[in-house]
């Protein structure tokens, strides 16, 4: 059922590689490499390499993953963030960190936790850029979620955020019932992941919180409102008339209006 709802964003993991390799400099990737103070820097761009020149997975090397976890932190609207770059540049040195660590994580999955972060900053970058790139994004996600979709709340985290960017790349009215359909299923996905957790995590601050809940990774808490409240709640385009309720009001939910 879920290959089928998902099926018209053609999962594929390599979706962004070839948005990847037509704009990224060999510059931008040494200073990935390098965003650990320097250390390790020419190991890690020998292991970044294969993965923008082939669309390789990365390897399971902790330098290389703390590189891109450092990146995946950057803030490229901040002129005074480092390590990462700032504007366009940086939002593809992030989106690429991003998806590496997504992808990473589809294959090495006792290692990675709290993907929420990742998946809220891979998003944002990926609407910055422009509707192609959020298209290939959501094929990516796509391909992620019917490979792995992660453990509780990873998952229902995973099911948002390939809803914002359907709703964000799919406008016509043709599309209003399978846009519903994403709502429909994000909404089962929350709930499953708070039916696991109640037992251990109800005490949690913030459980009340309709899906940032769930996670004590809240450091991007910021991001997932803000995305919610301009590609769902409030979007500057109107959404498909059959799937506008359902899409206004988990944006609602998220963004706290």
Not at 191 to 199: E, G, H, I, P
Not at 209 to 236: C, Y
């Amino acid at each position: 059922m879920t290959e089928q709802l998902l099926a018209p964003l053609h999962p594929d993991e390599g979706a962004l590689t070839p948005l990847f390799q037509a704009s990224f400099e060999d510059a931008m990737l040494r200073e990935v490499a390098a965003a650990d103070y320097g250390w390790k820097a020419d190991e890690c761009h020998a292991l970044l390499k294969p993965m923008l020149e082939a669309g390789l997975v990365a390897s399971d090397d902790f330098n290389l993953r703390e590189v891109l976890e450092l990146i995946r932190w950057s803030e490229p609207d901040d002129p005074e963030w480092s390590p990462g770059g700032q504007g366009p540049r940086g939002h593809w040195m992030r989106l690429f960190a991003c998806t590496a660590l997504v992808r990473f994580a589809a294959s090495h999955r006792d290692l990675l936790e709290g993907e929420c972060t990742t998946l809220a900053q891979l998003t944002s970058s990926a609407i910055e850029l422009g509707q192609p790139v959020a298209r290939a994004a959501a094929s990516v996600l796509a391909w992620r979620f019917l490979a792995y979709p992660g453990g509780d709340p990873d998952a229902a985290f995973l099911a948002f955020a390939i809803l914002l960017l359907a709703a964000h790349i799919e406008r016509g009215e043709d599309r209003g019932q399978w846009l519903k359909d994403l709502a429909i299923w994000v909404e089962d996905e929350e709930s499953r992941a708070r039916n696991a957790l109640s037992t251990w995590f109800s005490s949690m601050p913030h459980w009340d919180k309709w899906l940032t809940g769930l996670t004590l990774f809240d450091q991007r808490e910021a991001v997932w409102r803000s995305l919610a409240h301009h590609i769902l709640a409030r979007p500057e385009c109107p959404h498909p008339s059959d799937a506008r309720e359902a899409l206004q009001l988990l944006g609602e939910l998220v963004a706290g209006i």
